[in-house]
Nanobody, 125 residues
Framework: QVRLVESGGGLVQAGGSLRLSCAAS????????MGWFRQAPGKEREFVAH????????YYADSVKGRFTISRDNAKNTVYLQMNSLKPEDTAVYYC??????????????????WGQGTQVTVSS
């Protein structure tokens, strides 16, 4: 199992930026892909982005392409989500996730191995 701890959330005005961090510990060698999801009030949890731990191949939801960037620091076992040009629609609790399968990230998020506790991002208009 992998322990994931998110940080970096907060309150920001529309057009501003935030960087989220997700620090991983434990059986990190079992994780192949790291991802970010978010859940806004009244909505289901949705995929935001993922990155392959080794190799840095990335994928983004259409709603955040061009504004968000996912990256990682292997030495620190940490994944980041740089969020620029934030919109009120980005307001949500953001969760990081770890799994050994890209397919699980795409199609079976209920089966993802590890989740962080979530960090609140609020974008004011």
């Amino acid at each position: 199992q992998v322990r994931l701890v998110e940080s970096g959330g907060g309150l920001v005005q529309a057009g501003g930026s935030l960087r989220l961090s997700c620090a991983a510990s434990g059986r990190t060698f079992s994780s192949y892909v790291m991802g970010w999801f978010r859940q806004a009030p009244g909505k289901e949890r949705e995929f935001v982005a993922h990155i392959i731990w080794s190799g840095s191949s990335t994928y983004y939801a259409d709603s955040v392409k061009g504004r968000f960037t996912i990256s990682r620091d292997n030495a620190k076992n940490t994944v980041y989500l740089q969020m620029n040009s934030l919109k009120p629609e980005d307001t949500a609790v953001y969760y990081c996730a770890a799994d050994n399968s890209v397919a699980t990230m795409f199609y079976r998020p209920a089966e993802i191995d590890s989740w962080g506790q979530g960090t609140q991002v609020t974008v004011s208009s």
